[in-house]
């Protein structure tokens, strides 16, 4: 609870909030907040403007006054029926103003996401969960609350400011009680449900960890199925549901003790202006329409003012989606000034150049306690095929994260070409759900090749049926279910061939290839003569290879030539 009034709190709202505002979509925004907010005061004029109608409508009715009651009855209903398009307009407009935040904030942290590799350095953050969740639920959460909360807050700002002169012109004793009332109530529900705040952020981290062992079964199936790992698959499930439900629990506890005094609270509101207005009317110094008129102020001064009780809840689900959101804000820019400054102390120097060259360099583990590579010094020379081998934990992938810049805890230096003439193929290719010419031509967006080009090189990489028995090559297919392992990395080799980059880096990329398609594959690497760095343990790759680096597993290492 405490973290609705934390400085920090605050600070990550306006990290949080502060760039719309001064972004392109500005002018729309300010235009949409305009619109709302004059909506709102025509809202809050249509509420006096009732308020006044109804206390003579109340007041003509016990005066029996038959023509003057028509003519009010007519005047208050047409009343209502004019307010009917601003009070649905000013809600339409309210929720458009959340959706054109909610695209902008939406792409602005994708952007910062996928910036200088962020998604992957960010995935080591072991304070940063599921950051899926954070860019998706909780960027819709935060512009929903921003909106409806700081309308809401407005809304009783102008009602309590209204009403209260209203009010004060009905009665000045009324008016004192309702102000100590709202506020004694305010205080005493910030008391009550300090907590709430805090097992909101929990509550929201763990419904997202259970999403995610969930989508972790279904992305493993086979796996899980392979090793008879049900049971054990199905506890982890099982802990996540357990966790859950109890700190729903906890909530559930904290709101029944919020409720046994709201709910009290909230039912005396009604007898409050009876009780001090009643006297007045009987000694005849106030008429039976004012009655009314003071009821429904007291309930509008009311309202306004325990804001804070009636969106509670809501407030401690901002706050904990406030903190969820800033945190991954605060670790995007940390990691976004440690690349503007990527050779700072402790970290891998990256030197542009036109070769590729290890000066000196060390490579550490990812939780920095084992050195992994030490002090490796070698030159690959153009058209070099070098095989890096060694014991599994030695480094070997390291060593190629390093090279790519995923990775640069370590000292030394790594000089390179440009990352337009490097293509690294993981053990695993990335082959998501799109058409095969996508596939086929991933990473780039953008796809200049014939369909001629593209059969033919499936033929090239022992792939000559896959379109047809695909549908072509624009029907879109989950590759990942529908390829094996062994066809997924002639795939990958496919798009190396395509796009003859200077410099290819295999991690164990033809592990799932039988020794035919593993020669042909090379083979066809060496046609354009790219400069080809593997990784790998099968004895079949040595043929492959002109140099062997081999890690020893305890830092030092060896060079030779095959």
Known sequence: MNDMTNALTWKRLYAIGKPFWVSSQKGRGFALLAAVLILLFGVSTVNVYVNYIAGRFATALQAKDVSQYYVLLFTYAGALVAATPIIIYYQFLRTKLSLVWRKWLSQHLISKYFANRAYYKISFDPTIDN?????????????????????????????????VGVLWTISVSLTFVVVLYSLFGCLLTLWIGRRLA??????????ADLRYNMAEVRREVESIAFYNGERRAKLTVFRSVREAIGNLELMMMLNRNLGFFTTNYNSLVMLIPAAIIAPLYFAGDMQFG???????????VFGGMTLMIGQFIGISAFTANINRLGSFLESMDLLQKEHGNPNSSGNITMVPSTRLALNDLSVVSPDTTRMLIASLTLVISAGTRLLISGPSGAGKSSLLR?????????SGTIEKPSKDKLMFLPQRPFVSKSTLRKALCYPKTISKESDAQLLSLLKLVNLPNL???????????????????????RLSFARVILAKPEYVFLD??????????????????GTFGSTVISV??????LAHHTMVLELKGDGTWSVRAL
């Open 508 to 525: 164990e990329a033809s592990s799932a290839l039988d020794a035919d398609n593993e020669k042909l594959l090379y083979t066809l690497l």
């Open 467 to 489: 379109a047809m028995q695909s549908g072509g090559l624009d029907i879109e297919h989950d590759w990942r279910d529908k390829l094996s392992l062994g066809e997924q990395q």
């Open 402 to 410: 390093a090279i790519a810049g995923l990775w640069n805890k370590g």
């Open 198 to 207: 805090d097992l909101q952020f929990q509550h929201t981290k763990l419904e």
């Open 131 to 163: 950051p899926d969740e954070r860019l998706t639920q909780d960027v819709e959460t935060f512009c929903n609350s921003a909106v409806g909360l700081s309308i809401a807050v407005l809304d009783a700002v102008i009602t309590v400011i209204t009403f």
């Open 536 to 541: 790998g343990h099968r004895d079949s790759l």
């Open 290 to 300: 004012d009655i009314t008129r003071a009821g429904m102020a007291f309930a509008q």
